[in-house]
T-cell receptor, first 115, second 113 residues
Framework: DQQVKQNSPSLSVQEGRISILNCDYTNSMFDYFLWYKKYPAEGPTFLISISSIKDKNEDGRFTVFLNKSAKHLSLHIVPSQPGDSAVYFCAASDDSGGSNYKLTFGKGTLLTVNP | GAGVSQTPSNKVTEKGKYVELRCDPISGHTALYWYRQSLGQGPEFLIYFQGTGAADDSGLPNDRFFAVRPEGSVSTLKIQRTERGDSAVYLC???????????FGPGTRLLVL
């Protein structure tokens, strides 16, 4: 039972354009969400997070949007750069339930930014 | 500063053998986590240490898996009687405190033949 779903295995965009990566979750207890980026042969690197009390969080070129009623979040990268090419993982945790350390990850989306 | 390191980077073993995977967390980080990433999947939580004690080992798949952190720093994940299904990348992460950002190591790629 996949509690965090990333339904697009891959995404290809042109350099300079917007990349939108989507994530859905089924567990209504999740209240903290994160995006990690992973290059080949490296561990996941934290990118950005959002608490369920917010609907948007921005950090430079990266913005995460949260729609709690739809149990959906998205990561926007503007403008996209070739160095952004990587696998992006959506993750969630139950912050208020005492197990906020236990991240539940989606399967990841491979983003390719073409020059 | 140095990030999380894991050794070995790759491990090939035969079915039924015993393996140990090592994790060196970021210096000063009290919380340490193990995850397993199978092919085509995202990382799955295995166990969490706060200091020397395993605070939550609910993700360990069965009693062939065991992890220790005797001095509250380096951790070792131990797998007995390995099976082909244990083949995966084993990721270690650490954080300064339990609620802080988890920083991942590069992982150990385990292949059980």
């Amino acid at each position: 039972d996949q509690q965090v779903k990333q339904n697009s295995p891959s995404l290809s965009v042109q350099e300079g354009r917007i990349s939108i990566l989507n994530c859905d979750y089924t567990n209504s207890m999740f209240d903290y969400f994160l995006w990690y980026k992973k290059y080949p042969a490296e561990g996941p690197t934290f990118l950005i997070s959002i608490s369920s009390i917010k609907d948007k969080n921005e950090d430079g070129r990266f913005t995460v949007f949260l729609n709690k009623s739809a149990k959906h979040l998205s990561l926007h990268i503007v403008p996209s750069q070739p160095g952004d090419s990587a696998v992006y993982f959506c993750a969630a945790s139950d912050d208020s339930g005492g197990s906020n350390y236990k991240l539940t990850f989606g399967k990841g989306t491979l983003l390719t930014v073409n020059p | 500063g140095a990030g999380v390191s894991q050794t070995p980077s790759n491990k090939v073993t035969e079915k039924g053998k015993y393996v140990e995977l090592r994790c060196d967390p970021i210096s000063g980080h009290t919380a340490l986590y193990w995850y397993r990433q199978s092919l085509g999947q995202g990382p799955e939580f295995l166990i969490y240490f706060q200091g020397t004690g395993a605070a939550d080992d609910s993700g360990l798949p069965n009693d062939r898996f065991f992890a220790v952190r005797p001095e509250g720093s380096v951790s070792t994940l131990k797998i007995q009687r390995t099976e082909r299904g244990d083949s995966a990348v084993y990721l270690c992460a650490s954080s300064s405190r339990v609620q802080e950002t988890q920083y991942f190591g590069p992982g150990t790629r385990l292949l059980v033949l």
